[in-house]
């Protein structure tokens, strides 16, 4: 096995086996490329071809990433429940054409990311904090993050807490309350631009969450869209070119 360790300008390079699958990973300061022979190549997703992305949140959970286009602001993209990165390709794909540099990632205990056990298993805002930290060591020092019902409401706790801050949020039908993501009591917290968006005729209640959410946040610049129907989270971007411009607009204003 070879790794390229790169830490603070310095540069050292171990030399082992063949390299077969590159991966990215993060240690202490350094970010560690990884290049690993073929007897212990980690598993791909089918939905992207190029590379895969590894790295370590802060309670040291493995992470699954996959990285589009090449500007220089960033966007890091979280999914919801029950899915994974390939949620957002199309998507990703989309803002990467318009000049962002994308960064779709999988939470733990979801597509190649760990599992973890409760309660290690839920903590999802540490996830989207170590991909924004990942962002910022590739020099990419503008990131908004935009999240998708579970992605949402932890992307709002970790713009809470996240040092030096994002650029903005953008939360798509999230749940003010999802297992421990406490989205609602972190939002007077908040002092980034958020655009809250969700649907009006979303089940449980998801437009009256997004309301709530837009209520509390202490953010001096916060928009609330409830649109027709009953998209929930992703697929409001989905279907209307409407959502899309409010949501990229954002983007490129804040």
Same mark, same amino acid.
């Given at each position: 096995?070879?790794? #390229?360790?790169?830490?603070?300008?310095?540069?050292?390079?171990v030399?082992?086996?063949?390299?077969?699958?590159?991966?990215?990973?993060?240690?202490?300061?350094?970010?560690?490329?990884?290049?690993?022979?073929?007897s212990?190549? %980690?598993?791909?997703?089918?939905?992207?071809?190029g590379?895969?992305?590894?790295?370590r949140?802060?309670?040291?959970? *493995?992470?699954?990433?996959? #990285?589009?286009?090449?500007?220089?602001?960033a966007?890091?993209?979280?999914h919801? /429940?029950?899915?994974?990165?390939?949620?957002?390709?199309?998507?990703?794909?989309?803002l990467?054409?318009?000049?962002?540099?994308? $960064?779709?990632?999988?939470?733990?205990g979801?597509?190649?990311?760990?599992?973890?056990? !409760?309660?290690?298993?839920? *903590?999802?805002?540490?996830?989207?904090?170590?991909?924004?930290?990942? #962002?910022?060591?590739?020099?990419?020092?503008?990131?908004? $993050?935009?999240?998708?019902?579970?992605?949402?409401?932890?992307?709002?706790?970790?713009?809470? /807490?996240?040092?030096?801050?994002?650029?903005?949020?953008?939360?798509?039908?999230?749940?003010?309350h999802?297992?421990?993501?406490?989205?609602?009591?972190?939002?007077?917290? =908040?002092?980034?631009?958020?655009? !809250?968006?969700?649907?009006e005729?979303?089940?449980?209640?998801?437009?009256?969450?997004?309301?709530?959410? !837009?209520?509390?946040?202490?953010?001096?610049?916060?928009? =609330?869209?409830?649109?027709?129907?009953?998209?929930?989270?992703?697929?409001?971007?989905?279907?209307?070119?409407?959502?899309?411009? %409010?949501v990229?607009?954002? %983007?490129?204003?804040?």
């Open positions: 096995m070879a790794a #390229t360790f790169a830490c603070r300008g310095a540069s050292h390079l030399v082992g086996r063949p390299m077969i699958a590159l991966a990215f990973m993060s240690v202490g300061a350094c970010l560690v490329s990884v290049s690993a022979p073929a212990s190549q %980690l598993a791909a997703h089918t939905c992207v071809k590379k895969e992305l590894r790295l949140a802060a309670d040291g959970t *493995r992470l699954a990433a996959h #990285t589009f286009g090449s500007g220089e602001t966007v890091v993209l979280a919801g /429940n029950g899915s994974d990165l390939c949620q957002w390709v199309p998507y990703a794909r989309r990467a054409g318009r000049g962002f540099f994308v $960064l779709a990632f999988d939470f733990r979801h597509g190649l990311s760990q599992r973890r056990r !409760y309660p290690i298993s839920e *903590r999802f805002a540490a996830d989207v904090a170590a991909v924004v930290k990942l #962002t910022r060591r590739l020099n990419k020092r503008e990131v908004h $993050l935009i999240g998708s019902s579970l992605g949402g409401s932890a992307s709002l706790v970790a713009a809470a /807490n996240v040092v030096p801050p994002v650029a903005s949020v953008v939360s798509l039908s999230a749940p003010a999802f297992r421990r993501q406490q989205a609602l009591d972190v939002a007077p917290r =908040l002092r980034v631009p958020v655009l !809250y968006v969700a649907s005729d979303e089940p449980v209640s998801i437009a009256d969450d997004a309301r709530a959410l !837009y209520q509390a946040t202490g953010s001096a610049e916060k928009q =609330l869209k409830i649109v027709p129907g009953r998209r929930h989270g992703l697929r409001i971007l989905e279907g209307t070119s409407e959502a899309r411009a %409010l990229e607009d954002f %983007l490129r204003t804040h």
